[in-house]
């Protein structure tokens, strides 16, 4: 089926600005506007984002709130390179390093959360 590949997911946030910082500055997103609201574009991945302000519609039949979303990020080069990463932006490693099974086979991963608690993974593969 090469017709069909992965496109975009929605997360929801509770504050715009809070968000946008993390996402950019965490994670590299570049953050887009979009009608009242924003997506996050990082590498390949767009993070569709709920939010402040906006009326979705057509949404789950039950809507992931803020701090709901548990999402995994590729990490290029060795894990310890995304603890620095972490560390250097206070942001606190909630579990790892540990090994963890992903898209990519058997590879490291840390664990760390968004403003809103959401699980964020970054793995790694090197």
């Known amino acids: 089926m090469?017709?069909?590949?992965?496109?975009?997911?929605?997360?929801?946030v509770s504050d715009w600005d809070?968000?946008?910082a993390f996402y950019r500055d965490v994670l590299g997103a570049t953050v887009v506007p979009n009608g009242a609201g924003f997506v996050y574009r990082?590498?390949?991945v767009q993070l569709n984002c709920h939010g402040p302000g906006l009326q979705?519609?057509?949404?789950?039949r039950l809507p992931v709130p803020p701090g709901g979303s548990d999402l995994c990020f590729?990490?290029?080069?060795?894990?310890?390179?995304?603890?620095?990463?972490?560390?250097?932006?206070y942001v606190p490693v909630e579990l790892g390093p540990v090994p963890r099974f992903?898209?990519?086979g058997a590879g490291t991963s840390v664990y760390f959360r968004d403003p809103d608690g959401s699980l964020l993974?970054?793995?790694s593969y090197a």
Request: glycine share 12%.
């Open 2 to 12: 090469d017709a069909i590949s992965f496109d975009h997911c929605v997360i929801h």
């Open 18 to 20: 809070r968000s946008n």
């Open 42 to 44: 990082i590498g390949a």
């Open 56 to 60: 979705p519609d057509p949404k789950a």
């Open 74 to 89: 590729r990490w290029d080069g060795p894990i310890e390179g995304a603890v620095a990463h972490l560390v250097a932006r």
């Open 102 to 104: 992903g898209r990519g």
């Open 121 to 123: 993974e970054f793995i």
